[in-house]
């Protein structure tokens, strides 16, 4: 029996995809939210963590050490194991899941079966990731934004102003500023607007 943790914030979502693996006598399946992720690993013990790197509090990949290595403390599993579902054409969410060091890759467009041939590789130690998405993995090591610059729009996204996040990166407003300006002119946006609504769009936060 694998054990399965599925995290992801829309109860509908988890509950059907939790009750369309568990139809399959060898895999036994635990929901739950971002927020509540940490508490239910305590609990589970997942060999296996699936998570949906377009749900918003999928955030934790990248403000955490990674959700694998998140999983680790007094009372919690090691999980190593980390299977993610995402959406073609959007390969900086890619990138944010390979840095917190997951082995699966689903394409949510693709068919049950992917996902639950992801899952069982995984567990037994292999990596797994769905042709479809190969060619984002090729553009997700094209990201043209440094991590600082990414920190800097992050909190940007936020609705953070300049002041804000300086005080929050222990920058000078000078420092913000040119920043934005490097990201700007590396994303090609006219403004921070802008650059918010293209970096969104490819995933890059």
């Known amino acids: 029996m694998i ?10 979502f988890r509950s059907a ?15 739950t939210s971002w927020s509540d992720f940490r508490t239910v690993a305590r609990t589970s013990l997942p ?5 949906d790197v377009d749900c ?16 680790t403390g007094p009372g ?3 999980l190593s194991a980390l299977v993610v579902l995402a959406t073609a054409s959007k390969p900086g969410l890619l990138r944010r899941a390979s840095q917190a060091r997951a082995r699966g890759y689903v394409n949510k467009d693709g068919s049950p079966e992917s996902l639950l041939r992801a899952i069982r590789q995984v567990a037994q130690g292999e990596r ?8 984002d993995f090729l553009q997700a090591a094209d990201i043209p934004l440094t991590g600082r610059e990414l920190s800097v729009l992050s909190l940007a996204a936020e609705g953070a102003s300049v002041p804000e996040i ?12 040119n920043y934005m300006a490097a990201i ?12 918010i609504r293209i970096s969104q769009g490819a995933g890059w936060l």
């Open 128 to 135: 797994f990731v769905d042709s479809t998405l190969a060619l």
């Open 3 to 12: 054990r399965v943790l599925l995290v992801h914030d829309t109860h509908l």
């Open 166 to 177: 300086a005080r929050r990166l222990h920058l000078c407003h000078g420092t913000v500023r």
């Open 184 to 195: 700007n002119r590396k994303t090609g946006a006219r403004n921070r607007v802008d650059a």
């Open 56 to 71: 918003p509090g999928s955030a934790a990949l990248t403000t955490t050490a990674g959700t694998a290595r998140s999983c």
């Open 17 to 31: 995809l939790a009750a369309l693996l568990s139809r399959d006598g060898d895999l036994d399946v635990t929901t």
């Open 47 to 51: 060999q296996v963590c699936v998570v």
């Open 76 to 78: 919690l599993p090691d």
